[in-house]
């Protein structure tokens, strides 16, 4: 039986206190995880923004949006490395119909 993949749209947050290199670091991490588990349609790297709130003191972060096609099971896998990454300080992960 083939997988059927269905289309996800997340966005992560990255600090920025390590400086540009850790920041460009976590950012290729992620997307070579997505890369390979999926079908990546875009991937949009918005930059140093001021967050909304401040998260842990800090209010700048590196904001990235995915749209990509996988697993069920990946996304929640994905989601899993998300909250272990110190270097990640929110995501949210949405399916898109």
Known sequence: M???KASYETMFI???T???EAVAAVVAKFK???EANGEIESFNEWGK???AYPINDLTEGYYVLVNYKADKSFVAELERNFNISEDVMRSMTISVA
Do not use: M, P
Request: a neutral charge; zero cysteines.
């Open 14 to 16: 990255v600090e920025t």
């Open 18 to 20: 390590k400086g540009e």
């Open 49 to 51: 923004r001021k967050l």
């Open 32 to 34: 070579a995880l997505i």
């Open 2 to 4: 083939e997988n059927i």
